[in-house]
Each structure stands twice: as C-alpha cells, then as structure tokens.
C-alpha cells in the first residue's frame, strides 16, 4: 500500500465520519424535541481545513466539493488552494453545509496563508456577515456573527431557501482555517 493511498483512505474515513455525523441530525429533526439538534449531546459542528484530524473536527480538503449525501462541501469554487494551514483561493470560494432551518451562531477563523489574505465573509442570499478582515502572513483571525437558514418550499433552489447554509468567502487571497457552527441559544 503506498503512502498516497493510505492518506486517501484516510481522508475518505474522514469525510465518511463526517457525513455521518451531519447526517444524523438531520435524520433526527424531524422527532427530536427542541433544543436537541445532535447526537450525543454535542451542540457544534466542527470543520477544520488546516492540520490534521483531531477528535470532532474532520479535515475538509480540496477538491471537496458539496455533495448532497456528504451534507457539505465546497461549490463554485474555481482556484481554490489547500495549504498547511487552510484553504485560500486568489479572488473566491464557496463552502455550503446542510442544516435545518433555525438560527445558528457562526465562527471562522480566517488566516494562515504564506502572505496577507483580506478575507469578506457572505452568507445566506450574499448577506455580508463579516467585513474586509486583513490578516498578515502566517496569523489568524477569528470572526463570528448569526445567521438564520431557511429552508424554502420544495423545489426552492435560491440560496436563501435551499435549507443548507451558504458561505461565500471573497477578498484577496481569502482564506479558511476552522468553521465552527452551532444553533443559537434563545434567552
């Protein structure tokens, strides 16, 4: 076995576990009492696209691209660029999760590239969320804002009611390390 194989086998486990960990919840929305969202009592999804795996937070590498049976993935994302430490691309990239409709509190951290990446930060319908974050060379940034994910009527293919939520990065060399993801708490 080479060693090229065993890492795409790897990551194919990886993606696998992952797609299972999105996929149970959503299996379970529809009898789940409110305010239990995923199995286990965790409360957050993890992605990170930078290192190795660790525990909960699978290692999402290009050319993931979304898949519906995956549950996420990147879409229209022509240049995109893994590095050491995360994923860039010249001028976009699109990362795209299932999730039911409900609100969500979302945290990225932006960075980790070999030069300054200016990272903007859209989601849902391109409802900027994140404004123009420089980051110099090798550090990181982490940003955080709420978002509410609509799913639409059958057949609504919008990025507003397509039910997954919708990440647009854009900026000069933007750029992605970690995504964190987790239903709002209500007072």
Do not use: C
């Not at 404004?131 to 550090?139: H, S």
């Amino acid at each position: 076995m080479t060693l090229l194989s065993s890492s795409f086998r790897s990551l194919t486990s990886t993606r696998r576990a992952a797609a299972i960990l999105l996929a149970l919840p959503l299996a379970l929305v529809g009898t789940a009492s409110a305010g239990v969202f995923y199995p286990d009592g965790a409360t957050t999804l993890h992605f990170a696209f930078e290192g190795s795996p660790n525990g909960d937070r699978p290692i999402i590498r290009p050319p993931a691209f979304y898949q519906p049976d995956d549950g996420f993935g990147f879409v229209d994302s022509p240049g995109l660029i893994g590095t050491a430490l995360g994923v860039t691309a010249p001028k976009y990239f699109r990362f795209d999760v299932n999730l039911p409709a409900g609100v969500y509190d979302v945290s990225v951290t932006l960075g980790g590239t070999t030069g300054e990446s200016v990272t903007s930060v859209k989601a849902e319908n391109h409802q900027p969320v994140v404004a123009e974050t420089k980051v110099a060379r090798g550090q990181k940034a982490v940003q955080s804002f709420t978002i509410t994910v609509k799913r639409g009527a059958a057949g609504d293919t919008s990025l507003e009611g397509d039910g997954r939520l919708t990440l647009e990065f854009e900026g000069t060399n933007p750029s992605l390390m970690k995504l964190d993801i987790k239903p709002h708490a209500t007072p």
